[in-house]
């Protein structure tokens, strides 16, 4: 073998050995994770999301606008198929329906409990409130991830089978979650993208 061959091949080895070593430094992780999506402390985005029931031979539709305001509120404004309001501020659950409102406290609710705490956790970046309640499981890349919640609590568990997120960098773009007896639910999200108000009608002539 001449010396320049020797020399390249050995160059190769050096770099595929250096990569090696250096693969888990550089690996996605749930730190980086969730440091990018705590940049972000506030945000509104559109969803919609489907209910898969059982029973019913089609999904329940829903749409309507998030908002989050770092470290724990957050609020959901569902205008389809009627106009309905969630807002969790620290343990406190305002539902408003038909100019009806009540207040409960969110641990008094596990199934509600589980996707506020996925919800808030990831938005803020809170690792601590996502491992208080889930395990979790963090696969792709900075471009692409989905990050899979598993409950450890008791009460959460008896309701909620995981929690799938998915994003790109500090986004969150969708939630599925799957219940116990079978019903799921599939929210997609679209960041920074809150409805515009339509314009008023124009009035006819009198």
Same mark, same amino acid.
């Given at each position: 073998? @001449? ?14 050995v250096? %990569?090696? /070593? ?6 996605f !992780?749930?730190?980086?994770?969730? /440091?990018? %999506? ?6 509104? =985005? &559109? ?20 908002s ?7 609020? @959901? ?17 305002t539902?408003? &329906?038909?100019? &009806?409102?009540?207040? +409960?406290? +969110?641990?008094?609710? $596990? ?8 919800? @808030?956790?990831?938005?803020?970046g ?20 989905? %990050?899979?919640?598993? $409950?450890? !609590? ?13 994003? &790109? ?21 679209? $960041?920074g993208? *809150? $409805?515009? =108000?339509?314009?008023?009608? *124009?009035? *006819?002539?009198?």
């Amino acid at each position: 073998m @001449r010396p320049d061959q020797w020399l390249k091949r050995w160059l190769r080895a050096l770099v595929a050995v250096a %990569l090696l /070593g250096t693969g888990t430094a550089w690996a996605f !992780d749930l730190t980086e994770l969730m /440091g990018l %999506l705590a940049q972000k402390k506030s945000g509104e =985005a &559109r969803f919609t999301e489907q209910r898969f029931v059982r029973g019913l031979d089609g999904p329940i539709s829903a749409a309507g606008t998030l908002s989050f305001q770092a470290p724990d509120k957050l609020t @959901r404004e569902t205008t389809l198929p009627r106009p309905e309001s969630m807002a969790v501020d620290g343990n406190q659950l305002t539902l408003s &329906r038909g100019g &009806r409102t009540r207040t +409960l406290t +969110l641990d008094s609710m $596990p199934e509600m409990l589980g996707m506020v705490e996925a919800m @808030r956790g990831t938005l803020s970046g809170d690792a601590g409130t996502l491992q208080r309640y889930f395990k979790s499981k963090l696969g792709g890349s900075r471009e692409g991830w989905t %990050l899979d919640l598993a $409950p450890t !609590d008791e009460r959460l568990a008896a309701q909620v089978d995981g929690v799938r997120l998915t994003g &790109r960098a500090g986004e969150v773009l969708g939630v599925e979650m799957t219940f116990r007896g079978g019903d799921r639910s599939v929210m997609t999200i679209v $960041p920074g993208a *809150a $409805p515009t =108000a339509k314009p008023a009608a *124009a009035r *006819a002539p009198s």
